[in-house]
């Protein structure tokens, strides 16, 4: 009797033991439940058709902390479009089918159909989500997903409170007109933006600083506070230190974001420390994400302007604005000094020094200090058949009907091309001209990249259909993080590898190619699944900017059958049932 007492004792301490302890490893699991639709929304003060969540643009913000699962049931409210939501810089490890990728990771959630989007959030840091199905990011399917570290944990800096700002641009022209103008030939461009937009608010007609501009006519915003247009406010108090979290999902615009007379820390980029390093202002490309920390040291009976401003284009979009309101000031208090001056547009050589002193925080994971295999992917801006499109090693991105994911699970041939897209580019190719052979073809090939290799990437920019122009084209990888190992000038050599920083690269989702330079990247291909890789400018996708890795497909656990239900793999479940 006495012995199994003990026992009963022993159990129940192990036991709480195991419960605490998954407590502590297996985190929580957080439940949303939202619907996708059409609504009427003034983004920018001028009405238009928004796609929002719940009724809500942007979409509402999910917060967790490391560890925990997120599940959200998404019910597509549209009346005639499919839809699929990315969870940007995410890894999705061990549930590949919960990326978010139209005819890639899953068949598009139809009308009046639930999709369960089930995953882990393993990495603390500053994360974004948004529709990855035909351009609807540009039509508004966006908000911000924050990942605050386990229970316990602590970050390695310190703040008193924290912001978060999600950064847009915003078109009065429908995404489904410009996929039209797009697709058009001759091509119509969608030209510059009409607003930038800080959480979803802009002002398109009017300026909250009209104050400082004497010569020109633009209106003083009439703003009472209410209004879906109105700018969200940052509430500080004196002497606090704050982290203000930035993300980009703009479609188009490369930014620059200054607060007016403070300075900056950098210190987290995707989801990755980094070691802290002190800005007036910052750069921010499509895709990525940061976080900066800023004292509030300034003379407090001012407030003042945190700007963000067109970079890397020709800018003929107005800077995007907004308050930082010291306590206990009135937010309608117009700071003193008029908003911040951005550097000029092409100032490249500012954009790179920027960005080269971006470097991981020390104690972070080392890059293997070999590579298995390079692929070389040549960007280039091209015409076939009249229309202009661009592509990547002279290969231009069309998907096919059933997503890659299921094909190559289950061995389906006819489903994609098998021939595989090429590795490498000519080595005559002068990157900085027009190319005089300016045709390229269509294709839907994939990577297939062995299992646990190391891979280079090494992107090429070019120059595009017109002579001296080359682009910046911010490049994201899904399901996982690389290291950038360097950036430079013209075509890229084998002696340029020399130069390549193994030390402490930044591990990011997201890196830019400059005109006419090029970046290079490494990652170990150890996360099964099919896997994007593409411009994030959201018309150059729809003109064929990206390729297909995939790897270990065949570890990938069962694939859930609403993620399968259309074209050959949807064929394929109806037949197993008929059988
Ligand atoms: O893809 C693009 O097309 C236009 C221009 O090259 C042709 O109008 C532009 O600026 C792009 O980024």
Redesign the pocket.
Known sequence: MKDIYKVIVYFCILSSILVNKSLVLGGKVRHFKWEVGYIHWSPDGLEGVVLGINGQFPGPTIRARAGDTVHVELTNHLHTEGVVIHWHGIRQIGTPWADGTAAISQCAINPGETFVYRFEVDKAGTYFYHGHYGMQRSAGLYGSLIVDVAEGEKEPFLYDGDFNILLSDWWHSSSHEQEVDLSSKP?R?IGEPQTLLINGRGQYNCSLAAAYFSNSSVSQCNIRGGEQYAPQILHVHPNKTYRLRIASTTALASLNLAIGNHKMVVVEADGNYLQPFSVENMDIYSGESYSVLFTADQNPSNNYWISISVRG?EPRTPQGLTILKYHPNSASKLPKSPPPVAPRWDDYNYSKSFTNKILALTGSPKPPTTYNRRIMLLNT?NLIDGY?K?AINNVSLILPATPYLGSIKFGLSNAFDLKTPPDHFSHDYDVMRPAPNQNSSYGSGVYMLSFNTTIDVILQNAN???EN?S?IHPWHLHGHDFWVLGYGEGKFSKKDEEKFNLKNPPLRNTAVIFPFGWTALRFVADNPGVWAFHCH?E??LH?GMGVIFAEGVGRVKKIPTEALGCGLTGKMLMNNVHK
Do not use: D, F
């Open positions: 091509m461009w284009r801006q202009t661009w595009a259909l017109r122009v682009e400018i018309p150059h003109m």
